[in-house]
């Protein structure tokens, strides 16, 4: 393919195009070079295609193209954070049934709401670090035994 003054080898990786490359494929492309990129953009949402496709596809230069690259773009986005959520839910889900309590207890003792952990096991948000680490402690907790929990706090790294 040849772009302006760069010439590019066919079988370059789409990701590493340079972006009058990825501009060239969007405006004078086949259907080939389409799915081409978009298969880099699923490959990785956030990558430097992706970021270099949605600012050429703002342009609104590229009449039906845009649109359906800006699509492919969100919906690989969109796919990735619900794979996500969807490990930490299952994650969350296990931490709570090794211990055997309710839903309302095992927030309890996390520090939570029943219906925020409800969110987390049900994969509608992904839990913070912070709220993650709590959750880990409750589920420690539930299961430990009297002598675990006769121990009290372990010094930190600090010795605190």
Known sequence: MRVRHVDLDPGVPVGE???EAIEA???????????RLATEICRSPWGQ???TVREIASWREHSGVDEVLQAVVDHARRRLVTAGRSRWAEY????????????????ALAG????RL????NARVAPTTDALARLEH????AIATPKDLDRGC???????
């Not at 969350?92 to 839903?103: D, F």
């Not at 409800?118 to 096991?121: G, K, L, R, V």
């Open 49 to 51: 295609t992706a970021r």
């Open 112 to 115: 939570t709401s029943g219906s």
């Open 17 to 19: 195009w340079p972006a």
């Open 92 to 107: 969350v889900r296990g931490l709570r049934a090794r211990t055997g309590l309710s839903m309302r207890d095992f927030a």
């Open 154 to 160: 372990p010094p930190d790294r600090d010795g605190v």
């Open 25 to 35: 494929a969007i405006d004078r492309g086949s259907l080939a070079d389409w799915r």
């Open 138 to 141: 409750a589920g420690s907790l």
């Open 118 to 121: 409800s969110d987390y096991e």
